[in-house]
C-alpha cells in the first residue's frame, strides 16, 4: 500500500492565481480531510469528507473547495491564492470518522504565495 | 468545547535522559486523547492514543501516556530518549461537536535531543 499521497510536494504561486492539491489514499477509507499547518499554530482543519459525494467544512475553510467524486481522491482547490495562504498542507486519512480511529497523513505539500 | 495545551514549546534532553511532554485538556465529553509525532519534512505518525480503556497508555519506540482525569492531563513519557526521537510532537484532543466529531490540535512540541 502507497497510503497517503499527495502531489505536489512544493509549489510556488503567484496572488491570484488557482491550483488543486491532490490527495489520493488506496485503503479504502471512508473519511478524509486537510489541515494546514502553520509556525506555532498546530494543525487546523480546512475540509473533511465523511464519503464520497460528501463534504462538509473545518475551521478554516475559506478560499478553499473541496470534492470528494471518488473514495480514493481527496483534491483541494485554491480559488484564487493570497499570501496568507503560504502554509504546508496535509491530507489524512481514516477508517472512519469516529476519531477514535487512527489518522494516517500524507507526506504534505509546502506552497508558498508570492 | 474543547481544547488542548501543550504546556512547552521546546524541550531538550541529553540522549538516554528521560522524556517528558506536558500535555493538558480541557473537554465538556469524555475525550479521546492522542500525541503524534512528526519527523523534519514528514507527516504526522501516531504515537499512541487513548479511548477510555485503560489509563496509561503504550505506544510506538517507547513511548507511553498517562490519562488523568482529576488534572485534565495526558502527558506524554519515555525513561531514554534516543536521538531519532528529536521531532515535533503533538496532543490532540477529540470529542464529539454540533458537526460530529471534531479533531483539535495543541500547537506542539519541538523535542531537541543532545549527544
Known amino acids: 500500500n502507497a497510503g497517503v499521497t499527495q502531489t505536489p510536494k512544493f509549489q510556488v504561486l503567484k496572488t491570484g492565481q488557482s491550483m488543486t492539491l491532490q490527495c489520493a489514499q488506496d485503503?479504502?477509507?471512508?473519511?478524509m480531510s486537510w489541515y494546514r499547518q502553520d509556525p506555532g499554530m498546530g494543525l487546523r482543519l480546512i475540509h473533511y469528507?465523511?464519503?464520497?459525494?460528501?463534504?462538509d467544512q473545518g475551521e478554516v475553510p475559506n478560499g478553499y473547495n473541496v470534492s470528494r467524486s471518488t473514495t480514493e481522491d481527496f483534491p483541494l482547490r485554491l480559488l484564487s491564492a493570497a499570501p496568507s495562504q503560504t502554509s504546508v498542507y496535509f491530507c489524512?486519512?481514516?477508517?472512519?470518522?469516529?476519531?477514535?480511529?487512527?489518522?494516517?497523513f500524507g507526506p504534505g505539500t509546502r506552497l508558498t504565495v508570492t | 468545547a474543547q481544547s488542548v495545551t501543550q504546556l512547552d514549546s521546546h524541550v531538550s534532553v541529553s540522549e538516554g535522559t528521560p522524556v517528558l511532554l506536558r500535555c493538558n485538556y480541557s473537554?465538556?465529553?469524555?475525550?479521546?486523547l492522542f500525541w503524534y509525532v512528526q519527523h523534519p519534512n514528514k507527516g504526522l505518525q501516531l504515537l499512541l492514543k487513548y479511548t477510555s480503556a485503560a489509563t496509561l497508555v503504550k505506544g510506538i519506540n517507547g513511548f507511553e501516556a498517562e490519562f488523568k482525569k482529576s488534572e485534565t492531563s495526558f502527558h506524554l513519557t519515555k525513561p531514554s530518549a534516543h536521538m531519532s526521537d528529536a521531532a515535533e510532537y503533538f496532543c490532540v484532543v477529540s470529542a464529539p461537536s454540533n458537526s460530529g466529531y471534531a479533531l483539535n490540535f495543541g500547537k506542539g512540541t519541538s523535542l531537541l535531543v543532545t549527544p
Open positions: 469528507s465523511v464519503g464520497a459525494g460528501i463534504t
Open positions: 489524512a486519512s481514516s477508517r472512519h470518522r469516529d476519531p477514535s480511529y487512527e489518522q494516517y
Open positions: 473537554s465538556s465529553y469524555s475525550p479521546s
Open positions: 485503503m479504502n477509507h471512508e473519511y
